[in-house]
């Protein structure tokens, strides 16, 4: 037996790099960091710009993030079609509060953690945590803003390998200013100032250039970050429909998805991409898809609430009812629908966040 098991090692070592890299190719994505643990040779080889590529290039994870680590998360492999549990118990935070995910980008969570936050004191600790690897890091205080109002963290870039997290807050001064936090300078920096706008949650996405958010006016704030140019965009319209929307980002863009209420119930969902023209150097809406009749039937019997959440992960939209443990997705390469395998029955009730989870293979920081 113990010579078997010799000459299996031997037969390993013995392959050629090319062909042990098509092997290791194959792997899912999220295996990357635990295999970069075996051997000098494979850590070198995962963490190589050729198996990043990979990992940047692959469809990216859903990870639904309950408000309290003590719980486990869950990990949705498009690949393989199944739920895994993962752990984010790693984070520090005070037990009695709820941790708010407010953002990913390149396998990489941003998250709200201050205790004294949930009880209106003060404005959250920021922390910054990679699941995969259990690394986080928590940013220090910010030097001009003072109340938040919506945050974002930016892509890992592909040759400086960090990570920015930008916020949008008032000073103390009651200016609304753009905050840049750079996790190799590990210090915040005033990045712009930006017209006086509600902005209606704290959600924020980065895409192409631009941090968009939906105002209180029920329009969108797009702020070019490298022109420092803030414009406000009209939401499209349904003629004789009341209209509320979601907004979300996917691979082809920023996304609005319109949901078509009559008499207090869900009679449709309807999608539109945010175009920039750069001939008349204005946006326009792009109808990218509905949900038929049939499906919108089957996914407000998933549950007995008509709130609804969505979320762009690479390329598919996913929706999930109020309460419903039932993923709905549309696949907008395909234009097909499709529902997920149930998810956690502990979890139905729990308040939970959701994002996508793109890892990359040679992060070594969180």
């Given at each position: 037996?113990?010579?078997?098991?010799?000459?299996?090692?031997?037969?390993?070592?013995?392959?050629?790099?090319y062909?042990?890299?098509?092997?290791?190719?194959?792997?899912?994505?999220?295996?990357?960091?635990?295999?970069?643990?075996v051997?000098?040779?494979?850590n070198?080889l995962f963490?190589?710009?050729?198996?990043?590529?990979?990992?940047?290039?692959?469809?990216?994870?859903?990870?639904l993030c309950?408000?309290s680590t003590q719980?486990?998360?869950?990990?949705?492999?498009?690949?393989t079609?199944?739920?895994?549990?993962?752990?984010?118990?790693?984070?520090p935070?005070?037990?009695?509060?709820?941790?708010?995910?407010?953002?990913s980008?390149?396998?990489?969570?941003?998250?709200?953690?201050?205790?004294?936050?949930?009880?209106?004191?003060?404005?959250p600790?920021?922390?910054v945590?990679?699941?995969?690897?259990q690394?986080?890091?928590?940013?220090?205080?910010?030097?001009?803003?003072?109340?938040?109002?919506?945050?974002?963290?930016?892509?890992?870039?592909?040759?400086t390998?960090e990570?920015?997290?930008?916020?949008?807050?008032?000073?103390?001064?009651?200016?609304?200013l753009?905050?840049?936090?750079?996790?190799?300078?590990?210090a915040?920096?005033v990045?712009?100032?930006?017209?006086?706008?509600?902005?209606r949650?704290?959600?924020?996405?980065?895409c192409?250039?631009?941090?968009?958010?939906?105002?209180?006016s029920?329009?969108i704030?797009a702020?070019?970050?490298?022109?420092?140019i803030?414009?406000?965009?009209?939401?499209?319209t349904?003629d004789?429909?009341?209209?509320?929307a979601?907004l979300?980002?996917?691979?082809i863009g920023?996304?609005?998805?319109?949901?078509?209420?009559?008499?207090?119930?869900l009679?449709?969902?309807?999608?539109?991409?945010?175009?920039?023209?750069e001939?008349?150097?204005?946006?326009?809406?792009?109808?990218?898809?509905?949900?038929?009749?049939?499906?919108?039937?089957?996914?407000?019997?998933s549950?007995?609430?008509?709130?609804?959440?969505?979320?762009?992960?690479?390329?598919?939209?996913?929706?999930?009812?109020?309460?419903?443990m039932?993923?709905?997705v549309?696949?907008?390469?395909?234009?097909?629908?499709?529902?997920?395998?149930?998810?956690?029955?502990?979890?139905?009730f729990v308040?939970?966040?959701?994002?996508?989870?793109?890892?990359?293979?040679?992060?070594?920081?969180?």
């Open positions: 037996m113990g010579k078997l098991r010799l000459r299996k090692q031997t037969m390993w070592s013995d392959l050629p790099e062909l042990m890299e098509r092997i290791l190719e194959c792997l899912p994505v999220d295996c990357f960091f635990r295999f970069r643990a051997c000098n040779t494979w070198t963490s190589s710009q050729h198996f990043n590529s990979i990992a940047r290039n692959s469809q990216p994870f859903l990870i309950p408000s719980m486990p998360s869950l990990l949705y492999s498009f690949f079609h199944t739920w895994r549990t993962i752990s984010l118990s790693f984070i935070h005070e037990c009695q509060c709820p941790i708010n995910f407010r953002g980008a390149s396998g990489l969570l941003l998250a709200d953690i201050n205790a004294n936050f949930c009880f209106g004191y003060s404005s600790t920021l922390c945590c990679n699941p995969l690897s690394m986080y890091s928590l940013l220090p205080e910010m030097g001009s803003v003072s109340r938040i109002m919506a945050k974002a963290i930016l892509p890992v870039g592909d040759k390998n990570y920015t997290v930008m916020v949008v807050g008032m000073s103390s001064t009651d200016r609304v753009l905050e840049a936090y750079n996790s190799t300078t590990k915040w920096k990045a712009g100032t930006i017209p006086d706008v509600h902005i949650n704290e959600n924020m996405f980065f192409k250039g631009s941090l968009f958010c939906v105002t209180a029920g329009g704030m702020y070019n970050v490298e022109q420092g803030t414009t406000i965009v009209s939401m499209p349904v004789a429909h009341n209209l509320w979601r979300v980002c996917c691979k920023l996304v609005v998805v319109g949901a078509i209420e009559e008499n207090h119930s009679k449709g969902l309807i999608m539109w991409e945010l175009v920039f023209h001939m008349v150097k204005d946006y326009k809406w792009v109808e990218i898809g509905k949900m038929p009749n049939s499906v919108c039937e089957e996914f407000r019997r549950s007995n609430s008509n709130w609804f959440d969505c979320v762009g992960v690479g390329d598919k939209i996913c929706f999930r009812a109020n309460e419903s039932l993923i709905l549309y696949d907008v390469s395909r234009a097909s629908w499709n529902w997920l395998a149930k998810f956690c029955e502990d979890l139905r308040s939970m966040g959701w994002l996508p989870l793109q890892p990359m293979s040679n992060l070594k920081f969180c």
